[in-house]
């Protein structure tokens, strides 16, 4: 959270005071560093050797269009996973040969959108989904660019719900024999274009080990493809570099990208990667006020409903108050008015706070804002992007009237 710091005991981002930004813009509210936007943005795109490597930002994790539009202008490609986040890459004009699809229910309508749009390709997670491209391309009179997403089956390590590249995860076709029918039918299809393999472990992974398995389990179907008479214009090793959280210590872009161009060496294809987490990440923290203080809760006007992680996955934030104070011996759960128990932003954190205290839940940057939702009918935060001592809102805080705006009463 390196843009995040005191100063003369108050935390600032960059170059502002938090508590202006939580007075001028109101609380919850989502604050950004574009300074550690473009840090984590370059840590990719600076580290590789070959030109051709490309690191595609997984939108998901973080969609407002002002910072997709920071990691767009410094080199990055994306990573999609829906029509929405298509749309989203487009309005701020995204390169289409630097657009990657992934996610296991592609719809028709989506597939279109991305055929129509010249993507750099689909990575297909099934035999259907293959075989729908393969038909919406016809229709269209054209040639879908599709790669194949292997389920290498790698215990990446995390939380269950974060694994993807086992045996058993949704994710990817894990039996060897298809993939090879699926690579040998695209070849031969005049509406198919096989540009890739790809694969996407998990996240939060701490490691390299896992992508160097997973690059070697590719590099061997590659290989006897090669053989076959049919070459690839790129290998996909998906996202997932972890981020510290507590004290975890996660391997830096230039450790990953390094290691994996050095077992690329030779090859032909190109490297990408589709990083989301260590971009996002810690470029954000949720700002929310004290309300209410009672037993050992803090009751702040965040909560599951802006961030969901600590329900979802029992994941864990830091929190700092706004003004330095010592640590207090007292162990706090902060949680927010949503009336459910699982509705808590932090457990047994030790800081000192008083009614009307600000407090920051850090690292808030990815799967933050873009999980929030309207539960209990509580508009969405507002989106607040620093640069030095600028601020400016890149999304309002929804209204009341926002909330009741798609809805009619049926007569
Ligand atoms: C979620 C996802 C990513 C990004 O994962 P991070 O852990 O945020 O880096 C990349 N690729 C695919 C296919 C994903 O589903």
Same mark, same amino acid.
Do not use: F, S
């Given at each position: 959270m390196s843009s995040f710091k005191y100063n003369s005991s108050e935390l600032f981002c960059e170059n502002v005071n938090l508590k202006e930004i939580a007075k001028d813009f109101g609380t919850p509210s989502y604050v950004y560093s574009k300074k550690a936007i473009e840090e984590n943005a370059k840590a990719y795109v600076n580290s590789f050797d070959n030109p051709k490597n490309l690191a595609c930002f997984a939108v998901k994790s973080l969609s407002n269009i002002s910072i997709l539009k920071i990691i767009k202008d410094l080199g990055c490609g994306f990573d999609i996973v829906s029509g929405g986040e298509l749309h989203r890459v487009l309005s701020i004009?995204? +390169?289409?040969?630097k657009i990657i699809f992934s996610g296991v229910g592609k719809t028709e309508k989506e597939i279109e959108q991305g055929i129509q749009t010249n993507i750099l390709s689909f990575n297909v997670e099934s035999a259907s989904e293959l075989y729908t491209i393969e038909r919406k391309a016809k229709d269209l009179n054209s040639s879908a660019p599709i790669s194949i997403r292997i389920n290498p089956d790698i215990d990446s390590g995390g939380h269950d719900y974060i694994t993807t590249g086992r045996k058993g995860d949704k994710f990817g076709i894990s039996s060897i024999q298809d993939i090879f029918e699926l690579c040998r039918y695209s070849s031969t299809s005049q509406n198919l274009n096989l540009v890739g393999l790809a694969c996407h472990i998990g996240s939060?992974?701490? +490691?390299?080990d896992g992508y160097i398995k997973s690059a070697d389990k590719i590099f061997e179907l590659s290989d006897q493809l090669s053989k076959e008479g049919i070459e690839l214009d790129f290998l996909d090793l998906g996202g997932g570099l972890g981020v510290t959280y507590e004290d975890e210590v996660p391997p830096v872009p230039k450790e990953l990208i390094s290691s994996l161009e050095k077992k690329f060496s030779g090859r032909k294809e190109r490297l990408i990667l589709e990083p989301g987490r260590s971009i996002s990440a810690n470029t954000g923290v949720l700002l929310t006020k004290v309300e209410y203080i009672k037993d050992n809760f803090l009751i702040v006007d965040a909560a599951m409903n802006d961030l969901l992680r600590p329900a979802l996955y029992k994941a864990t934030h830091g929190v700092c108050n706004l003004d330095e104070k010592k640590e207090s011996t007292k162990n706090w759960n902060i949680v927010g008015p949503v009336c459910e128990s699982s509705d808590f932003l932090a457990k047994n954190v030790s800081i000192e706070a008083v009614e009307g205290d600000y407090i920051a839940i850090n690292n808030a940057g990815a799967y933050g804002f873009v999980m929030a939702s309207n539960y209990n009918s509580r508009p969405r935060a507002c989106e607040v992007l620093i640069n030095d001592d600028k601020s400016s809102l890149i999304r309002k805080r929804e209204t009341f009237d926002d909330l009741l705006e798609l809805e009619r009463i049926n007569d």
């Open positions: 004009g995204a +390169d289409p040969k939060q992974i701490l +490691d390299l």
